[in-house]
């Protein structure tokens, strides 16, 4: 090979190590997305873990009693519980305003929040709504909670938890398989660039030979 084309064979070498090394750094770039998002999926599990439902007494026709899930407000108001949001007067006693049990919605931060069975459980554990035993103008001794009223539980959500530990395998076996074929494709492109740098320092060597023989040749 002349040293034309040697240095032509160079140059294009090095191009393809710029576009390989390139690909490389995108390629650990995607990695750790991967690894942020297999952080977040299993944070999401995390909470699914902890997540729990509101149910109340239900007398059955027997006289046998079942829980059931508390839905909307009047399920708690059928065993004679009400939902209510804290406030402060101006004295700085604290206030407790009773939410129609009726209501599709509430007003919380600015936000309409629909009443539904998860709804009703996040905002008791917010610390901003309490519950009640008296619908007019409850006081602190009106005031009840789920671990000493009998007529509520709280219980693991098994339905939620079952998918979301169907989502968190079906998303984890998505990441691992992702991230295996970028390893697979990391590895590929780290024995092509072993390869171009060989073949580059083999082409170093031959141009640096032939330099050294024509100064011979002229010396």
Same mark, same amino acid.
Not at 99 to 106: E, T
Not at 127 to 132: A, I, P, W
């Given at each position: 090979?002349?040293?034309?084309?040697?240095?032509?064979?160079?140059?294009?070498?090095? &191009?393809?190590?710029?576009?390989?090394?390139?690909?490389?750094?995108?390629?650990?770039?995607?990695?750790?997305?991967?690894?942020?998002?297999?952080?977040?999926?299993?944070?999401?599990?995390?909470?699914?873990?902890?997540?729990?439902?509101?149910?109340?007494?239900?007398?059955?026709?027997?006289?046998?009693?079942?829980?059931?899930?508390?839905?909307?407000?009047?399920?708690?108001?059928?065993?004679?519980?009400?939902?209510?949001?804290?406030?402060?007067?101006?004295?700085?006693?604290?206030?407790?305003?009773?939410?129609?049990?009726?209501? &599709?919605?509430?007003?919380?931060?600015?936000?309409?929040?629909?009443?539904?069975?998860?709804?009703?459980?996040?905002?008791?554990?917010?610390?901003?709504?309490?519950?009640?035993?008296?619908?007019?103008?409850?006081?602190?001794?009106?005031?009840?909670?789920?671990?000493?009223?009998?007529?509520?539980?709280?219980?693991?959500?098994?339905?939620?938890?079952?998918?979301?530990?169907?989502?968190?395998?079906?998303?984890?076996?998505?990441?691992?398989?992702?991230?295996?074929?970028?390893?697979?494709?990391?590895?590929?492109?780290? &024995?092509?660039?072993?390869?171009?740098?060989?073949?580059?320092?083999?082409?170093?060597?031959?141009?640096?030979?032939?330099?050294?023989?024509?100064?011979?040749?002229?010396?």
């Amino acid at each position: 090979m002349g040293l034309s084309s040697s240095q032509a064979r160079l140059l294009n070498l090095t &191009a393809r190590m710029h576009q390989i090394e390139y690909k490389a750094a995108r390629l650990e770039a995607m990695k750790l997305q991967m690894a942020n998002e297999s952080t977040r999926v299993y944070e999401d599990y995390l909470e699914a873990l902890d997540k729990t439902k509101l149910q109340f007494k239900s007398l059955n026709t027997d006289g046998s009693v079942t829980y059931k899930d508390v839905n909307n407000l009047s399920d708690l108001a059928s065993v004679g519980i009400y939902l209510c949001q804290v406030g402060v007067d101006t004295s700085g006693k604290a206030t407790y305003t009773v939410i129609d049990s009726n209501a &599709a919605s509430i007003s919380f931060h600015g936000q309409t929040i629909a009443i539904s069975r998860d709804s009703i459980i996040n905002l008791i554990n917010s610390g901003e709504f309490v519950l009640s035993t008296k619908t007019g103008a409850p006081t602190g001794n009106d005031l009840t909670s789920v671990s000493t009223n009998t007529s509520l539980q709280e219980v693991t959500d098994e339905v939620n938890l079952k998918k979301a530990e169907a989502k968190y395998e079906a998303d984890m076996k998505r990441i691992d398989m992702k991230d295996r074929k970028y390893d697979t494709d990391l590895a590929a492109m780290d &024995a092509e660039r072993n390869a171009v740098k060989q073949e580059m320092e083999t082409l170093k060597t031959v141009a640096r030979d032939n330099v050294e023989r024509t100064f011979k040749l002229f010396s």
